[in-house]
């Protein structure tokens, strides 16, 4: 079978697709024909080997982890024993190591039943940003009905979720994005967009009770000036990949989390965590179109280092899908 490999860190140029064997699904496995995936940020940070001290885990000289992807949707070929919830023929999405392939082995409780009204490529484009803006507004923000909440990065692959999913919770949302994002951030739902060339959300003089940061633009003090007594900031990405990022996001954390402990005020990070039961969950948002999947670009799984490219630049609107197979048709 054809799988994308990095045998480097480096550029986009460093993946490319070989043939590699095709696995077999062990106990509590499930063999999956890849119809779609799609890229994370965390994707690009993994082939880069960045920041720099990342690589004490993913290996020192090239990458120990060389099958990129994580986000997947396809039906199942072959069970493992001990399988009970899936089937051969099943249609399903959710995460499972080097999902740039045409085939690839999960355990199941990573998976969940696609609906049928949603395609291949809405539902690869889900799994982590999905469950990372359900669960940072859900879990580590809190949210209640009425509330206000701020989404910076609106646009981007998580944001676009995050502002639909505080929508369904019955939210008031302000979307955070550039000029040319604007019509995209308020035809998803969100009550009012800011335009982050013309405005400084942070000097606006109005008040939030969530701010869900996926940017890491602006610092905790600034950010505390917007929020309300007993607000809450959640965090999750932003900043880049380089040292210097990395040591800005390490003296915001501690910032804020000395100032939680003094103040009403609260800043959360969190990196999600894949559970069924919140796959499950966006399935359904998907299924009453309560959310959709905001698709940047297609490419086949020949043109993965094209894909990768264009996660670099920064300015995806949603998600990149990949499409498994050479006629990058995933339906």
Known sequence: MK????????????????????????????????RAASLNAMDWHFMKGRP?????????????????GVDLAGRVE?????????????????????SLAEYVCTTESRLATKPASVSFEEAAAIPVAGLTALQGVRDHGRIQPGQRVLVNGAAGGVGTFAVQVAKSFGADVTGVCSARNVELVRAIGADRVVDYNLADFTRSGERYDLIF????????????RVLTPRGTMVVAGGGGSDGHAFGRR???MLTGALISRFTGQRMAFFVARPTQADLV???????????TAVIDSRHRLSETSEAFRRLAGGHARGKIVVAAGQSGRSD
């Open 281 to 291: 969950t966006l399935g359904g948002l998907l299924e009453s179109r309560k959310v």
């Open 52 to 68: 720099p001290i990342a690589r004490l885990f993913l290996g020192l000289r090239r990458p120990k982890l060389n099958r990129p």
């Open 213 to 224: 940061d996926l940017v890491a633009n602006h610092s905790f003090s600034a950010c505390r």
């Open 250 to 252: 390490l003296v915001r």
């Open 78 to 98: 072959a069970v493992g024993a001990g399988v009970t919830q899936f089937k051969p023929g099943d249609d399903v999405f959710g995460l499972g190591r080097g």
């Open 3 to 34: 799988a994308i490999v990095c045998h480097r860190y480096g550029a986009p140029e460093a993946l490319r697709p070989e043939d590699v064997d095709k696995p077999t699904p062990g106990d509590g496995q499930v063999l999956i024909q890849i």
